[in-house]
């Protein structure tokens, strides 16, 4: 059931609550707590995924019965490593990382958890290197959690890329409570919102920042 404030955005949450469902439903092994604490040992900003958004993402990932999924967007390999538990022994994960030195800190991560021989990270920026991994097409997923300008760009790449019944996830939907303002970042990711709205079935979770999932039409 919901009410007329928790329809209007009110959350029933505090730092207990989340604590406790994070503990609970989406509780880290030593892999993922070594990425997820990485940001801060290695100098990164720490702007991964929240626990339960990982864990989201990975039974998303799960429930589409994924072998072959792009990210764009790696950090320290966080999110990489929640989709790489989602895959079969088969199954391949390319993420896009645009820093080179995250990238190097991501594959060790990843590569700690014991997936680095089915993840690849590619290092470049989205546009630069989704031309490239597009060879391996079709994708079953496509996860965007990168430059919010280039949205549209990654999402047209889905569009064409992710096979009918794949799936698009996109971080940040909300845009850090920027999404209608009058600015390139929001005219941006509202072009991302309607353009996945019309080549998948979306809606957007109401994840502390919004994520947009969308089922390939």
């Known amino acids: 059931m919901a009410d007329d404030s928790s329809r209007a955005g009110k959350r029933y949450t505090d730092p207990d609550i989340i604590a406790y469902v994070d503990r609970v439903h989406a509780a880290h092994d030593s892999g993922l707590a070594g990425a997820f604490s990485s940001p801060e040992r290695d100098g990164l900003p720490a702007i991964q995924l929240g626990v339960s958004e990982g864990k989201l993402l990975e039974i998303l990932i799960k429930l589409c019965g994924a072998k072959k999924v792009v990210e764009v967007g790696t950090l320290a390999g966080y999110s990489a490593i929640r989709i790489a538990r989602a895959l079969p022994a088969d199954g391949k994960l390319w993420t896009v990382e645009s820093d080179p030195r995250h990238a190097k800190v991501a594959e060790q991560n990843i590569a700690a958890a014991g997936f680095g021989d089915r993840v690849e990270v590619v ?44 799936l698009i996830i996109g971080d940040n939907a909300y845009l850090f409570g920027n999404l209608c303002d009058d600015t390139e970042r929001g005219r941006a990711m509202r072009a991302f919102h309607e353009r996945a709205a019309e080549s998948f079935d979306t809606v ?12 390939r039409n």
């Open 123 to 166: 290092v470049g920026t989205g546009v630069e290197a989704l031309p490239k991994i597009a060879a391996h097409a079709p994708f079953d997923a496509v996860f965007i959690d990168a430059d919010k300008e280039s949205y549209p760009i990654y999402g047209e790449f889905a569009a064409a890329h992710v096979r009918r019944g794949g």
């Open 204 to 215: 957007c979770v109401p994840t502390p920042d919004g994520m947009v999932v969308g089922i």
